[in-house]
């Protein structure tokens, strides 16, 4: 899958994470946060759970009050977009003159820039085969300066390596489901599973908890405390979910008296 921040002209060169490039991005350019509008954002699932707790809000609030939702271009999976303004420029909700209003937590999207990457396994931990191009920007100076990075040290610095690998189940999902035929389409129950489980991390939750999930699926104690204890687990255990409900692939399975029952009450 492919996440690019702008629409800008994108160098049509694949590059590795050894290769080089010339870069910085400070307070003292003209173009100082000229790039933070006008711009899609494509938000992963760890960037929307890292939102919601910065803005101390819900994952429906956030995503009711700062996102759009759309189906990845040549797909039908649902991805969420950062809204922005309607103002002039089509600015970034969080961008001020002096800088992002949530830095520390801004997307992964914004952590690239300017180098966007695309995944082509759908292999779980198998970056190898990720590439990463750069989207130049003819307004961006910050090609002009002299610190020069690898691609790998672009991406410590500014930590998305770190957010990629907690993505990677929902990566991997995307990669998988692009694999397949357009005329493979996911149902409307299953477009809703996927975006719940991977977007709406609270409503999710309370799936898990508060409905007949623990009791239909045969799920051991640990991996049950660490999801109700830490929403990163429990977003990872999210992705594996979806993995076997859409793909048939993983270690899930059901309690066959549970799922008896709760068929002879339905009948
Ligand atoms: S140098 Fe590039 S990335 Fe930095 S503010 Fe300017 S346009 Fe944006
Ligand atoms: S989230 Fe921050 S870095 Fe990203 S576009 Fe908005 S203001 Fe710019």
Not at 42 to 68: A, C, G, N, V
Not at 153 to 160: I, Y
Not at 181 to 205: H, R, V
Request: hydrophobic share 35%.
């Amino acid at each position: 899958m492919d996440n690019s921040k702008s629409t800008g002209v994108i160098h049509p060169v694949r590059y590795g994470r050894k290769d080089r490039f010339s870069f910085m991005c400070h307070k003292g350019l003209s173009c100082f946060t000229s790039c933070c509008r006008g711009i899609n954002i494509l938000l992963t699932p760890y960037d929307i759970l890292r939102l919601k707790k910065r803005l101390e809000l819900s994952s429906q609030e956030f995503l009711s009050l700062y996102t759009e939702v759309n189906l990845l271009e040549k797909t039908d999976i649902p991805v969420v977009s950062l809204k922005m303004l309607d103002d002039e420029k089509n600015s970034c909700p969080f961008v001020r003159d002096d800088g992002c209003l949530i830095y520390l937590d801004r997307p992964s999207t914004c952590r690239y820039y300017p180098l966007g990457v695309v995944s082509l396994s759908h292999k779980e931990h198998n970056q190898e085969e990720d590439f990463y191009f750069f989207i130049n920007e003819s307004h961006c100076r910050g090609f002009e300066e002299n610190r020069e990075w690898s691609i790998e040290e672009w991406r410590v610095d500014q930590g998305v390596d770190i957010q990629d690998a907690i993505n990677a189940g929902w990566t991997d999902l995307i990669v998988r489901k692009r694999s397949f035929p357009m005329n493979i389409q996911l149902t409307e129950k299953s477009k809703q599973l996927f975006f719940t489980a991977c977007y709406n991390i609270d409503e999710f939750k309370r799936f898990v908890f508060e409905s007949s999930f623990l009791t239909l699926h045969q799920i051991d104690e640990h991996t049950i405390t660490e999801i109700q204890a830490d929403e990163i687990s429990l977003l990872q255990f999210a992705f594996a979910w979806l993995k076997w409900i859409l793909f048939k692939d993983g270690n899930f399975s059901l309690d066959p008296e549970a799922v008896n029952r709760r068929n002879a009450t339905k009948a």
